[in-house]
C-alpha cells in the first residue's frame, strides 16, 4: 500500500520533501466485529489548509487536528468501497470525504463520508464542485454573502478550486464580477471561460489599489476574500459604504511566521463594513441544495469546472506544495487509481 508520509512538522511554507511516498502491508478486509470502511483511492484533493496540519506546535491554530510524523496525511477525496463493516456502506459504493493519502485506507470513522448518488458527472468533481470547495463557494455567495442582482463583486484567487465557482454563481445571479489570479493565462481562463467581466493579474499590478479603482469606479459592493495580507488592505479602500467581505481564506498569510499588518482596517467603521468569516465545516446542511442547483448545469455545460489532475501519488508532494506559489490551474487534485 503506498503511501505519502509526513517526515516531521514544519515551519513557514511546505517543500516537496517534507512528504515522502512509503510502501507498507494492509490486509484488503474490514477486521471481523468492527464498524470501519475499506476503501480504494481514486482521487485525492489538495487543500491549502492541509499546511495548517503540518505545523510545529508553536504555529498551530485551534481547531484543527494535526498530522503524525511518520503516518500518512489525511484529506478529502473520492473512494470506492471494498469491504465494510458498517451499515450504511456495501462494497461497490463511491464514496467522498475524509481518507488518507495512499492507494488503500481503512476508515475507522466513516461519519466523514457521503455516498456519491450522481456518477454521470466526473467523480473527480467530488473533490471540487461536488465537495467540500462547492460547499464553501455555494455557502459563501448565498448563505454567507447573501449576494444580490446586480451588485459589484470582487473575488481573488479567483481561478481556483473555490474562486471559480464563486465567480460563476455570481455571474448566475446577475452581478457584475472581477476577479484577481497571478498569471496571464489565469486571467484569459477568467475572461474567456469563467465568464467573468473582467480580471487582472495582481503580481503585475505595483497599485493594488488604483487597479482595483479602475475595475471598480463606483467601488465594491462584495468581496470574496481568499488571499489576505496587502490585497485585503488595498481592497478595504475600494469597498462601498455597508459594503459586505467574506473571508473564506488568506493564503498569503499562513507560510508567514506573522501575518502582515494592515494599515486600512479603520475603514471597516468608516465604510460600516460587514466582514464576516465562515467555515465550510458549518455549512453541509447546504450540500442538498448545492447538488439540485449546480448538477444541471454542469449537464447542460452552464457552468465550467477547471480541474489540474496529476497521475500517481508520487507525484502528490509536488501538486500540494505547488498551490503556495500558484502552480495549479483550476482545482488541483490527485489521481490515483481508475475505478
Ligand atoms: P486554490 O485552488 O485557489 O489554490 C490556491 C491559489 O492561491 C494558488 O493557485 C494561487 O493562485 C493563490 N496563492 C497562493 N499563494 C498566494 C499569495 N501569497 N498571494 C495571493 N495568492 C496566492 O485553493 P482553494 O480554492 O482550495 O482555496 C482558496 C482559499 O480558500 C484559501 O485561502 C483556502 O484556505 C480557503 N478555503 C477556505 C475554506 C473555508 O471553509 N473557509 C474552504 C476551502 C478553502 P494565483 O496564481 O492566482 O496566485
Known amino acids: 500500500n503506498k503511501q505519502v508520509i509526513l517526515r516531521d ?43 495548517f496540519r503540518m505545523r510545529k506546535a508553536e504555529y498551530r491554530l485551534s481547531g484543527y487536528y494535526y498530522y503524525v510524523p511518520g503516518s500518512p496525511i489525511n484529506g478529502f477525496g473520492v473512494a470506492k468501497v471494498l469491504d465494510s463493516g458498517h451499515p450504511s456502506f456495501s462494497a461497490g459504493d463511491l464514496v467522498w470525504g475524509t481518507t488518507f ?61 473555490v474562486g471559480q465557482l ?3 454563481f455570481a455571474k448566475l445571479l446577475g452581478c457584475y464580477v472581477v476577479g484577481s489570479a497571478g498569471s496571464q493565462e489565469k486571467v484569459d481562463l477568467l475572461k474567456n471561460k469563467l465568464g467573468f467581466d473582467d480580471a487582472f493579474n495582481y503580481k503585475e499590478e505595483v497599485d493594488l489599489d488604483a487597479a482595483l479603482k479602475r475595475y471598480f469606479p463606483e467601488g465594491i459592493d462584495f468581496y470574496f476574500e481568499q488571499v489576505g ?32 499588518a494592515l494599515e486600512n482596517l479603520l475603514h471597516i467603521a468608516f465604510k460600516r463594513l460587514t466582514v464576516k468569516g465562515f467555515s465550510q465545516r458549518d455549512h453541509y446542511h447546504l450540500y442538498p441544495k448545492l447538488l439540485e442547483t449546480v448538477l444541471p448545469y454542469i449537464r447542460e455545460h452552464k ?15 509536488a501538486a500540494l506544495v505547488g498551490l503556495f506559489s500558484g502552480r495549479n490551474f483550476g482545482k488541483q487534485l490527485v489521481k490515483v487509481a481508475s475505478e
Open 9 to 51: 512538522y514544519i515551519t513557514g511554507y511546505p517543500r516537496e520533501d517534507d512528504l515522502y511516498i512509503s510502501t507498507s502491508k494492509i490486509k484488503l478486509e474490514v477486521p471481523q466485529g468492527s464498524n470501519a470502511v475499506l476503501v480504494k483511492n481514486l482521487y485525492l484533493s489538495c487543500d491549502p489548509t492541509m499546511q
Open 101 to 161: 493519502w495512499e492507494e488503500y485506507s481503512l476508515i475507522q470513522n466513516p461519519e466523514k463520508l457521503y455516498k456519491i448518488q450522481h456518477t454521470d458527472v466526473p467523480l473527480s468533481y467530488y473533490t471540487g464542485i461536488l465537495g467540500m470547495p462547492g460547499i464553501t463557494a455555494y455557502a459563501g455567495i448565498f448563505e454567507v454573502g447573501c449576494v444580490k442582482k446586480g451588485e459589484c463583486v470582487f473575488i481573488s484567487a479567483a481561478s481556483g478550486a
Open 166 to 168: 464563486t465567480g460563476q
Open 229 to 260: 495580507g496587502k490585497m485585503l488592505d488595498a481592497v478595504l479602500l475600494n469597498m462601498k459604504d455597508h459594503g459586505r467581505i467574506a473571508i473564506c481564506g488568506m493564503i498569503s498569510q499562513y507560510n508567514l511566521p506573522h501575518p502582515e
Open 303 to 317: 457552468l465550467v469546472y477547471v480541474e489540474d489532475i496529476v497521475e500517481g501519488l508520487e507525484n502528490g508532494p
